[in-house]
């Protein structure tokens, strides 16, 4: 039983002229006899809550920053009727900051033998599954002096998906795709494209590209034009060690990867190449292999969901190892990891050969604008050695870089909101290189 604010209001209204009367134990029992009278039967005629049935419906995913709808079935079968407060209760992160109060609870009055739905509107702050833990239902009498209060376990899992904001990105690499692909005027020849088509001779011709036998079989000089080459394999390495948890901004470096890495997925599909996933610190998180162009996306969308960084160092042996076994030997390795000095030294310098003499490999990693924000700070003492140590750190982090060059990788380093680009474009120019 829940007595409500009503009862105390009428209990303190009651005694107030009893204490100021006649204060004696009659008075008290004159005032409290009725009152105890009518919460008794307030209770009586309250509907049965253990009773009550409920069905869900709506969203099972939902991208992280919109609003996934959950609809919830209330049917009473007692024959009273049902005036009730309902608490639809969600982990704390699928709420927006300081609407759970308004978003979760509702009010609602079902007559006997009814049914009514009710919607609950959730806006999730993380990537993840968020299970939903129990509905409270408070029902009142008519008097709404006294409740029965119950709770109903109903499950449901929304998967909250990674917001892929890069993909904005998508349409200008497409129509430079386009362009290498020679579906354009444009006409790119480099080392190791494929043979496309036949055209006449224009002046300003490579002239190595003249097809000399299809010239002897027509009254024009002909010319072969090329295309990059399509079903190249392409393996998207996931690095979710311990350096994936820090953050950046307002995000993890690992929410950040996996942004460029939806943007690479999509657009290298698009280009008819075949992607694989692998997310790997110690052991392999999660992986993607063998998916169509059409289906690769969903996919990697939703391993990504579920996955968080490990608080572990990364097994770099291991990752090479793993990264060897799923990719087909002249793959396109891209890691997504971070370029601090101790981990790429230690770890993954002493493996590295064993990558690039099967694999073209590229590293990215995510840098955090703050450190370039420090180097320009000037007009104190603070300042000055904010300046300093944000000087340092890029300084490390070139060397580093310059390290991996030496080595035959390709290294794209950018803040959060153009890492993503930025790997697109390094994947475009290793195909209008002829390396893929």
Known sequence: MALTGRTALLAALGSLPVGIL?????????????????????????????????????????RLGDVAQIELTLTNPSGRPLRAHLRDAWPPSSWAPGTEQSASRHRLRVPAGERRRITTLLTPTRRGDRHSERVTVRSYGPLGLAARQGNHHVPWTVRVLPPFTSRKHLPSRLARLRELDGRTSTLIRGQGTEFDSLRDYVPGDDTR????????????????????????????????????????????????????????????????????????????????????????????VNVFAPLEPELVETDARGLSAAALQNAPRGSLVVLLTSLDATPIEEGLLPVLPQLTRRHTVLVASVADPHVEQMTIKRGSAEGVYEAAAG??????????????????????????????????????ALKAAGRL
């Open 22 to 62: 006649a204060p004696s134990w009659t008075g008290m029992l004159a005032v409290n006899a009725p009152l105890s009278l009518a919460i008794l039967c307030d209770y009586a005629l309250a509907a049965p809550v253990r009773t009550l049935r409920f069905t869900r419906s709506g969203d099972t995913s939902v």
């Open 209 to 300: 590209s003249i097809d000399w036998r299809a010239t002897a079989r027509r009254t024009t000089v002909a010319v072969r034009t090329w295309r990059p080459e399509r079903d190249r394999h392409i393996l998207v390495v996931l690095d979710t060690g311990r350096t994936s948890a820090g953050r950046v901004g307002d995000v993890p470096r690992l929410d950040a990867a996996m942004d460029a890495a939806l943007l690479l997925s999509a657009l290298a599909s698009r280009a008819g190449d075949r992607v694989g996933l692998l997310a790997y610190d110690r052991r392999v998180r999660a992986q993607v292999q063998g998916r169509s162009a059409g289906d690769i996306l969903p996919a990697m």
């Open 391 to 428: 000087t340092q750190a890029q300084s490390q982090r070139q060397r580093t870089a310059e390290q991996l060059q030496r080595h035959g990788v390709t290294v794209v380093d950018a803040t959060p909101e153009k890492l993503a680009p930025a790997l697109a474009d390094a994947y475009l």
